[in-house]
């Protein structure tokens, strides 16, 4: 069985090899190999979770193995793998989405298309002229880096499945900084576009910054525990000693050890205030927002910070008041859930829309764990990553259509804006059915869809313990999420076709459509599995698994939060309300200008873009340039050499006229004094001067810092 | 008797200077086929005595001793423990690697490589020498063809000054510490140089804390610590390919192995004394070099910059006095040893090629050098501290250990891993991809076999070891282990 949990990430892996070392230039070939090794990956997830429900108590009979990779003084850092409840559920939904999405890339980079005549590589391909019957016609032609894109993806799912089956802290920190080098080469994938270059080094960087947070996290896990697996650290009693040991700012070690790896989940998964990095990832290929949407990435960043909720709650017991770090992880997530709707409901890109509602959505995930809802957010993640694969799927097949009718027609129109769109249910059925059902899951549609019951969840939660405020707070962003997918839903499909593109779009081939109903089915019926006990009507009816299998995970199985007719009354009319209104509003509605939405602040996304430029890039750039570059090094470091130089010339010039001269010369005669001219000059040539005195100038100062520190400091 | 290993590794590059010196200027390729012969075997020799270094006895190995001058106790005397043996192995690859890439130098080449030679010999002497006298004897001899190898074959902008400036540096560094050592000879009462002997001579409190600093500073202004880092950067843009592979690769290493070995080993009470002064200038080191890389728009400023910034990790390290950090220091040398190397040889096939080195002139050379791109890629994975290159297998032992010594610093430190990924990102982002400016289009021949081996072996390195860090870390553990026991156990 471990074995198994070994091998899982290595197809994908070897796919990315071999793509790129030798099928580069066989496009089916290429595929075949990219979702072949998806696939495999995915029988064994399919294995290793079917194993696992056989398991009585799983959650104390885990699945792993470690062994010794890295010796640091007396010990070994160990790595390993480990399949538990949590992991499990994680590489279910992480299976089904990769393959999901690898079959649809197929279809989605035009495979079996001609080449274009103006495509190159590193940009979008712009279509192919082909003679049929006698008459010319433009259709969409072939990615021109096919390959390499499922090499990359490929890539991508291998960081995924390491960082899942990571039993430490190590490996899953190895599979994460994979995902965000995978993240930068594939949203910066058309590096023809400078908008998708930019976009791929914020994305970057910003993630990076938590990325060092985590990585100092880490440091301090493993200078407290001497271990970074999770079993280890993990244990009562070393949790109990984390809890209790003060370190700094008031906070206690697992307090701090928590924030910082937080802090790596806010880049990760887009949380304010780093979450500015992740509507510009739209500038990808569809498949990728998929792929860094659900399945991946910012998943990544929700399963870091669930899984290591036993550190996060050191200490604390469900019905206890959160502790500092649970505080603000749970404003944050609330905070972000609410802000990033905001947001979304102004934004006219079919894409960035989805952009923002992720944001909002892990917001909904993080707030849920930082108020003590592990199960609740566990569940969220997982059907979340359904929903949001469908969708985003959905947006890139909806965008294709309207591909094929705007070169049908050559209509050259944004086709990605909404406003392009509207009567596209006609035309694009399949895409229509299923986008309605992801985005009634994204509502939170009552009953039918799995996003009601994980949303449902968290209010339950989040009303039984009492966190009101969170409460309200996600309960207005759950009505402005209905309340933007019923626009969304109503400008794309609905009404009338407003531009030809429109009106000759068409439904996309069986590789794209398929994976949608495939995910679909998921968005339905994943919810089904966690429907809680005391539900009126049909609790009872299936036994709430989800709880009983993920709340194996910790060491006490968390209560189920008994049932109350408030959250669920709530949950019914922010869903069904903001459906509502966002259908009465956008009806009738034809162009930008009737959207009373479009307020400036909302559309330029509070004008965080611009606050980074000017509090951060800017400065970080002055300290560069000017600081260091300029002040320390150029002038203060030079100019103490120049200065220096100067002065040594003149006293160079000093001796040679008021000493050497006359007094020397007048007693060696010329002959010395020739020699002594010639290199004298040539060592001007060549700055020597400066350099010795430059030297004898630093060593001055640090013998001075040095006799400072000796007798002020140490003789403390 | 055993086979004399180590002086054979130490002589066989000055033994084919002078071979080289012997033969015709004009058998250009029988030079250059004795050179890589001659490296190679050097290579083989060092490969060798790294797998039979036995890392479970630890200690100083394949021990030499030869009487030199034994009335001022001066021998003749190598031997290998597990921080030097790896620093061995690293300057045969950087030899081999170099005289591959320095395949095309049409001028003077048998100048060229015996000079480069004598240098490595140098090198090897410095890694070996358990005699304090031949360790500076060697250092001097490292030190000396630096200045001609780049006033004879340098850019030819700034080569004599960059080759002044670090000509003086060296040797006023190397005095600072000659002072220091022979306040030790002095004064251990032992009339020996065997730093063995020294180890064991338990210097007065007040002794270490005076004269550490000489000691320790004196190399490290080699290792290019804050404020004397100014000689390398300039010396790095001015020298020739090769030997900027050596200087970035190697030399920068002697200065902070020789400020271990003699300042900190010899010295322990000074060490624990002086580190958090250390530590001060060594992060100045990490956060400086790292601003300023990040400004440059020369590639190969950049890269020497990101010297001066990874070798204040290495000096971090080191100050840390903890057995993680001095784990990752001594992983830090090798891993940065093979990672300028390679960018060094990377920029100047670029440079060989376009003719330039300015940034915002470059662009797209990943279609026409695929492997240099690939292996620029690589190297920049590494010097962000990637997991799974070798560059992570260093830096995350050092943090931890700084984490252990002061978080502050730690987290002052953290700063240098963004800054780092920005430039490096952005040097790979211009040079490599983005539009090929026109006036290079059919001008950019693809690189030879000679340097492809070179690329791939140096690329090789540093994903073995991100992949299997047990290939170098016993090693390093295993001399670590002694410095500690130095320390007294700290």
């Known amino acids: 069985?471990?074995?198994?949990?070994?091998?899982?990430?290595?197809?994908?892996?070897?796919?990315?090899?071999?793509?790129?070392?030798?099928?580069?230039?066989?496009?089916?070939?290429?595929?075949?190999?990219?979702?072949?090794?998806?696939?495999?990956?995915?029988?064994?997830?399919?294995?290793?979770?079917?194993?696992?429900?056989?398991?009585?108590?799983?959650?104390?009979?885990?699945?792993?193995?470690?062994?010794?990779?890295?010796?640091?003084?007396?010990?070994?850092?160990?790595?390993?793998?480990?399949?538990?409840?949590?992991?499990?559920?994680?590489?279910?939904?992480?299976?089904?989405?990769?393959?999901?999405?690898?079959?649809?890339?197929?279809?989605?980079?035009?495979?079996?298309?001609?080449?274009?005549?103006?495509?190159?590589?590193?940009?979008?391909?712009?279509?192919?002229?082909?003679t049929e019957h006698g008459h010319k016609h433009t259709v969409p032609s072939i990615e021109p880096m096919y390959s390499r894109f499922f090499a990359f993806i490929s890539l991508f799912a291998f960081g995924m499945y390491t960082l899942v089956v990571s039993d430490n802290l190590l490996t899953l920190f190895v599979g994460w900084e994979i995902m965000g080098l995978c993240s930068y080469l594939l949203i910066g994938f058309w590096f023809g576009k400078p908008s998708a270059r930019d976009a791929a080094v914020k994305a970057f960087m910003t993630t990076r910054i938590g990325d060092v947070f985590m990585l100092l996290g880490i440091a301090f896990v493993y200078s407290f525990t001497g271990s970074l697996s999770f079993s280890e650290i993990f244990k009562p009693e070393m949790l109990q000693a984390l809890a209790s040991t003060p370190a700094f700012f008031g906070l206690s070690a697992a307090g701090?050890?928590?924030?910082?790896?937080?802090?790596?989940?806010?880049?990760?998964?887009?949380?304010?205030?780093?979450?500015?990095?992740?509507?510009?990832?739209?500038?990808?290929?569809?498949?990728?927002?998929?792929?860094?949407?659900?399945?991946?990435?910012?998943?990544?960043?929700?399963?870091?910070?669930?899984?290591?909720?036993?550190?996060?709650?050191?200490?604390?017991?469900?019905?206890?008041?959160?502790?500092?770090?649970?505080?603000?992880?749970?404003?944050?997530?609330?905070?972000?859930?609410?802000?990033?709707?905001?947001?979304?409901?102004?934004?006219?890109?079919?894409?960035?829309?989805?952009?923002?509602?992720?944001?909002?959505?892990?917001?909904?995930?993080?707030?849920?764990?930082?108020?003590?809802?592990?199960?609740?957010?566990?569940?969220?993640?997982?059907?979340?990553?359904?929903?949001?694969?469908?969708?985003?799927?959905?947006?890139?097949?909806?965008?294709?259509?309207?591909?094929?009718?705007a070169l049908h027609t050559g209509d050259h129109v944004d086709l990605q804006?909404?406003?392009?769109?509207?009567?596209?249910?006609?035309?694009?059925?399949?895409?229509?059915?299923?986008?309605?059902?992801?985005?009634?899951?994204?509502?939170?549609?009552?009953?039918?869809?799995?996003?009601?019951?994980?949303?449902?969840?968290?209010?339950?939660?989040?009303?039984?313990?009492?966190?009101?405020?969170?409460f309200v707070v996600l309960a207005v962003a759950a009505f402005l999420t209905a309340f933007y997918t019923m626009r969304q839903i109503t400008l794309t499909f609905f009404g009338e076709p407003r531009t030809k593109a429109a009106e000759y779009a068409s439904e996309t081939p069986w590789t794209m459509t398929v994976p949608l109903i495939v995910l679909a089915v998921f968005a339905v019926g994943y919810g089904w599995v966690g429907i809680p006990e005391h539900f009126p009507g049909l609790g009872g009816l299936i036994p709430n698994w989800f709880h009983e299998f993920v709340g194996g995970t910790l060491t006490e199985l968390p209560k189920a939060v008994e049932f109350s007719w408030v959250p669920l009354i709530t949950s019914l009319c922010v869903a069904l309300g903001g459906l509502f209104f966002g259908w009465l509003v956008y009806r009738k509605v034809k162009s930008p200008k009737q959207d009373f939405l479009q307020i400036p602040v909302l559309k330029n996304k509070w004008y965080f873009d611009e606050i980074y430029n000017f509090v951060f890039v800017k400065p970080a750039s002055w300290i560069a340039e000017k600081f260091t570059s300029l002040y320390m090094d150029q002038t203060v470091i030079d100019g103490l050499l120049h200065s220096v130089a100067r002065f040594s010339l003149f006293l160079g010039h000093a001796f040679r006229n008021y000493f050497d001269k006359p007094v020397i010369n007048e007693f060696l005669g010329d002959g010395t004094g020739n020699v002594v001219k010639a290199s004298g000059s040539g060592l001007r040539k060549i700055q020597a001067g400066r350099i010795q005195y430059y030297m004898v100038a630093s060593v001055a100062v640090l013998v001075i810092f040095a006799l400072l520190y000796y007798f002020l400091i140490g003789g403390m | 008797m055993q086979f004399p290993f180590l002086s054979v590794i130490v002589f066989i590059p000055m033994v084919t200077a002078l071979v080289l010196l012997l033969m015709k200027p004009e058998q250009k390729k029988a030079i250059r086929i004795t050179a890589l012969t001659a490296a190679m075997l050097a290579l083989a020799l060092s490969i060798w005595v790294y797998f039979a270094y036995d890392k479970a006895a630890a200690g100083y190995q394949f021990i030499e001793k030869y009487n030199w001058m034994p009335m001022l106790g001066i021998s003749?005397?190598?031997?290998?423990?597990?921080?030097?043996?790896?620093?061995?192995?690293?300057?045969?690859?950087?030899?081999?690697?170099?005289?591959?890439?320095?395949?095309?130098?049409?001028?003077?080449?048998?100048?060229?490589?015996?000079?480069?030679?004598?240098?490595?010999?140098?090198?090897?002497?410095?890694?070996?020498?358990?005699?304090?006298?031949?360790?500076?004897?060697?250092?001097?001899?490292?030190?000396f063809p630096m200045f001609l190898l780049i006033v004879i074959w340098g850019w030819i902008k700034t080569r004599e000054y960059a080759a002044m400036k670090l000509t003086l540096y060296l040797f006023i560094g190397s005095l600072i510490s000659l002072i220091g050592a022979l306040a030790m000879y002095w004064t251990s009462g032992l009339h020996t140089f065997n730093m063995l002997d020294l180890e064991h001579a338990a210097f007065s409190l007040s002794f270490q804390k005076i004269w550490f600093p000489f000691v320790f500073l004196g190399f490290a202004i080699l290792g290019g610590i804050f404020p004397f880092h100014n000689w390398s950067p300039d010396g790095h843009v001015a020298a020739p390919t090769a030997v900027s592979m050596f200087h970035a690769g190697v030399l920068m290493k002697l200065g902070a192995f020789a400020a271990l070995r003699v300042g900190i080993m010899l010295l322990p009470e000074g060490a624990k004394f002086w580190s958090p002064l250390?530590?001060?200038?060594?992060?100045?080191?990490?956060?400086?070099?790292?601003?300023?890389?990040?400004?440059?728009?020369?590639?190969?400023?950049?890269?020497?910059?990101?010297?001066?910034?990874?070798?204040?990790?290495?000096?971090?390290?080191?100050?840390?006095?903890?057995?993680?950090?001095?784990?990752?220091?001594?992983?830090?040398?090798?891993?940065?040893?093979?990672?300028?190397?390679?960018?060094?040889?990377?920029?100047?096939?670029?440079?060989?090629?376009?003719?330039?080195?300015?940034?915002?002139?470059?662009?797209?050379?990943?279609?026409?050098?695929?492997?240099?791109?690939?292996?620029?890629?690589?190297?920049?994975?590494?010097?962000?501290?990637?997991?799974?290159?070798?560059?992570?297998?260093?830096?995350?032992?050092?943090?931890?250990?700084?984490?252990?010594?002061?978080?502050?610093?730690?987290?002052?430190?953290?700063?240098?891993?963004?800054?780092?990924?920005?430039?490096?990102?952005?040097?790979?982002?211009?040079?490599?991809?983005?539009?090929?400016?026109?006036?290079?289009?059919?001008?950019?021949?693809?690189?030879?076999?000679?340097?492809?081996?070179?690329?791939?072996?140096?690329?090789?390195?540093?994903?073995?070891?991100?992949?299997?860090?047990?290939?170098?870390?016993?090693?390093?553990?295993?001399?670590?282990?002694?410095?500690?026991?130095?320390l007294g156990g700290a």
């Not at chain 2, 480069?116 to 006298?133: E, Y």
């Open chain 2, 76 to 143: 003749l005397h190598f031997g290998v423990d597990g921080l030097s043996v790896p620093l061995v192995l690293l300057t045969g690859i950087v030899m081999v690697t170099g005289v591959m890439i320095s395949w095309g130098i049409d001028d003077r080449p048998r100048e060229f490589f015996a000079f480069l030679f004598i240098l490595a010999s140098g090198v090897f002497g410095v890694f070996t020498s358990l005699d304090l006298f031949m360790l500076f004897f060697f250092y001097e001899i490292a030190v």
């Open chain 1, 417 to 470: 804006d909404m406003f392009n769109m509207g009567g596209l249910r006609k035309k694009m059925p399949i895409t229509f059915w299923t986008f309605l059902i992801g985005g009634f899951a994204l509502s939170g549609f009552p009953v039918l869809t799995a996003g009601f019951w994980s949303k449902d969840e968290i209010f339950a939660e989040a009303f039984g313990n009492g966190h009101l405020v969170v």
């Open chain 1, 1 to 130: 069985m471990t074995t198994l949990i070994w091998l899982l990430p290595l197809p994908p892996l070897l796919s990315f090899f071999a793509i790129l070392l030798f099928t580069n230039k066989r496009k089916a070939l290429s595929h075949g190999i990219a979702v072949g090794a998806a696939g495999l990956s995915w029988l064994g997830s399919m294995i290793i979770f079917m194993r696992a429900l056989g398991v009585e108590e799983f959650g104390k009979h885990v699945f792993g193995s470690s062994i010794n990779w890295l010796p640091t003084g007396s010990t070994w850092l160990k790595i390993g793998v480990q399949i538990d409840p949590l992991s499990a559920a994680v590489v279910f939904f992480v299976a089904w989405t990769v393959l999901a999405i690898f079959v649809y890339s197929i279809g989605y980079n035009n495979f079996g298309q001609p080449k274009g005549e103006h495509d190159v590589a590193g940009l979008p391909p712009h279509g192919a002229t082909v």
């Open chain 2, 278 to 486: 250390i530590m001060g200038l060594a992060l100045v080191n990490i956060v400086y070099g790292a601003f300023i890389a990040s400004v440059q728009t020369d590639f190969k400023y950049v890269i020497g910059f990101s010297s001066v910034s990874h070798m204040g990790l290495v000096m971090m390290g080191f100050a840390t006095l903890k057995p993680e950090g001095l784990i990752g220091a001594g992983v830090q040398m090798f891993s940065h040893g093979v990672m300028t190397a390679l960018f060094f040889a990377a920029v100047g096939m670029v440079y060989d090629r376009a003719h330039t080195r300015d940034i915002p002139k470059l662009g797209g050379m990943i279609k026409p050098l695929p492997l240099v791109g690939i292996g620029v890629i690589i190297g920049s994975l590494v010097s962000m501290g990637m997991p799974g290159f070798s560059g992570f297998v260093a830096e995350f032992p050092i943090f931890i250990g700084i984490w252990k010594t002061q978080w502050v610093v730690a987290v002052i430190a953290a700063i240098s891993i963004v800054v780092t990924a920005s430039y490096v990102l952005l040097v790979v982002r211009r040079v490599f991809f983005g539009k090929m400016p026109e006036e290079f289009e059919e001008h950019i021949k693809p690189i030879n076999t000679l340097d492809k081996i070179a690329l791939v072996f140096l690329m090789a390195l540093m994903i073995g070891i991100g992949l299997f860090p047990a290939l170098i870390v016993p090693w390093v553990q295993s001399g670590v282990q002694h410095v500690l026991t130095l």
């Open chain 1, 256 to 405: 701090i050890i928590g924030l910082l790896l937080f802090i790596g989940t806010v880049g990760k998964s887009a949380q304010w205030p780093l979450h500015v990095w992740l509507p510009d990832a739209m500038e990808g290929p569809t498949p990728v927002s998929a792929m860094i949407h659900a399945a991946t990435m910012v998943s990544a960043g929700v399963y870091m910070v669930i899984r290591m909720f036993p550190l996060i709650s050191a200490g604390w017991t469900e019905g206890m008041p959160l502790n500092t770090t649970m505080s603000i992880i749970a404003f944050i997530g609330a905070f972000t859930a609410l802000f990033a709707a905001t947001i979304a409901v102004a934004q006219n890109d079919i894409k960035r829309v989805l952009a923002y509602s992720t944001i909002s959505q892990l917001g909904f995930m993080i707030a849920a764990l930082g108020i003590g809802a592990y199960v609740a957010a566990t569940f969220h993640l997982v059907t979340h990553a359904f929903f949001k694969a469908l969708l985003f799927l959905g947006s890139g097949s909806v965008i294709h259509g309207m591909e094929h009718g």
